[in-house]
Antibody, heavy 118, light 110 residues
Framework: QVKLVESGGGVVQPGGSLRLSCAASGFTFSSYGIHWVRQAPGKGLEWVAFIRYDGSNKYYADSVKGRFTISRDNSRSTLYLQVNSLKPEDTAVYYC???????????WGQGTQVTVSS | QTVVTQEPSFSVSPGGTVTLTCGLSSGSVSTTYYPSWYQQTPGQAPRTLIYTTNTRSSGVPDRFSGSILGNKAALTITGAQADDESDYYCALYMGSGLWVFGGGTKLTVL
């Protein structure tokens, strides 16, 4: 079955950096685009970034453009999100999600918590 | 900046039918926005219900259906059950690789 496992979250000071990972299994990772979606405490879902199946195109929400970088290693079936220049408003659970067709997310991981605080 | 709109809250009686909607602050939702719907209970990851307007995700019962109603995307739940009480989010594809989620609808079954 499809499984997505995020890791790499933690507590970081404003201006700091983290690299989030999403390990995938149960499907042909190199054939699907993958999303990052986040959810701040008590808030709704916010789309963050998307990378096409082959890494050829990457897309970002305006709120993270220039600070976050999405990438993938198809040989390791792993997705990454490098998050730099972190702000308190980046505090959230970060989910990775397998894309489907031209739509959004079909399967979700359990998420990794990122807390930005001094 | 276009905002994706959802009802903040809704209630339905057990066994009843409810339709949640997903609109745009400016313009109409069509199939070209590839609307999708997600269910989330507190402390859990979201679960995909519907994608590409009306395709049910694997394992989703046919009590859940998606459509376009007027100028909005819609999620209809028939025969509501107690465990349908959740937050429901829609997402729309805005073009140029960008997706936007709505603010979510809190559904109460009572």
């Amino acid at each position: 079955q499809v499984k997505l496992v995020e890791s790499g979250g933690g507590v970081v000071q404003p201006g700091g950096s983290l690299r989030l990972s999403c390990a995938a299994s149960g499907f042909t990772f190199s054939s699907y685009g993958i999303h990052w979606v986040r959810q701040a405490p008590g808030k709704g879902l916010e789309w963050v970034a998307f990378i096409r199946y082959d890494g050829s195109n990457k897309y970002y929400a305006d709120s993270v453009k220039g600070r976050f970088t999405i990438s993938r290693d198809n040989s390791r079936s792993t997705l990454y999100l490098q998050v730099n220049s972190l702000k308190p408003e980046d505090t959230a659970v970060y989910y990775c999600g397998k894309g489907v067709a031209s739509s959004a997310v079909e399967y979700w991981g359990q998420g990794t918590q990122v807390t930005v605080s001094s | 900046q276009t905002v994706v709109t959802q009802e903040p809250s809704f209630s339905v009686s057990p066994g009843g039918t409810v339709t949640l909607t997903c609109g745009l602050s400016s313009g109409s939702v069509s199939t070209t926005y590839y609307p999708s719907w997600y269910q989330q209970t507190p402390g859990q990851a979201p679960r995909t219900l519907i994608y590409t307007t009306n395709t049910r995700s694997s394992g989703v019962p046919d009590r859940f259906s998606g459509s376009i109603l007027g100028n909005k995307a819609a999620l209809t739940i028939t025969g509501a059950q107690a465990d349908d009480e959740s937050d429901y989010y829609c997402a729309l594809y805005m073009g140029s690789g960008l997706w936007v989620f709505g603010g979510g609808t809190k559904l109460t079954v009572l």
